[in-house]
């Protein structure tokens, strides 16, 4: 059974940063491409990051600059670091895993999900 799971999200003032993971259980994320996804409150779920097989990453506009995405095959793990983090950065972040096409853009194409953590920035 595939399980993705979130943890790091909180709450934080406006220009502060968090850390994300999500760890993997009967998956190994090596070989895939795996992604970050978030979905504020009366609106639809978007992309954020997300990273290939190789390592080469992309971003949502509304990001770069201020996120960067990585993995560590070995550990498992998946990580989204966010600084300068603004209130409309505030959403649930879910991580995904597995696209064939390893865009940012559409998230349904993507096959295994987290459960998601919510991420609050106040101004």
């Known amino acids: 059974q595939v399980q993705l799971v979130e943890s790091g999200g909180g709450s934080v003032q406006a220009g502060g940063s968090l850390r994300l993971s999500c760890a993997a259980s009967g998956y190994t994320y090596r070989g895939h491409c795996l992604g970050w996804f978030r979905q504020a409150p009366g609106k639809e779920r978007e992309g954020v990051a997300v990273i290939g097989s190789d390592g080469r990453t992309k971003y949502a506009d509304s990001v770069k600059g201020r996120f960067s995405i990585s993995r560590d095959n070995a550990k498992n793990t998946l990580y989204l670091q966010m600084n300068g983090l603004k209130p409309e950065d505030t959403g649930v972040y879910y991580c995904?895993?597995?696209?064939?096409?390893?865009?940012?853009?559409?998230?349904?194409?993507?096959?295994?999900w987290g459960q998601g953590t919510q991420v609050t920035v106040s101004s």
């Open positions: 995904a895993a597995e696209s064939f096409w390893c865009t940012v853009n559409y998230p349904g194409e993507y096959k295994y």
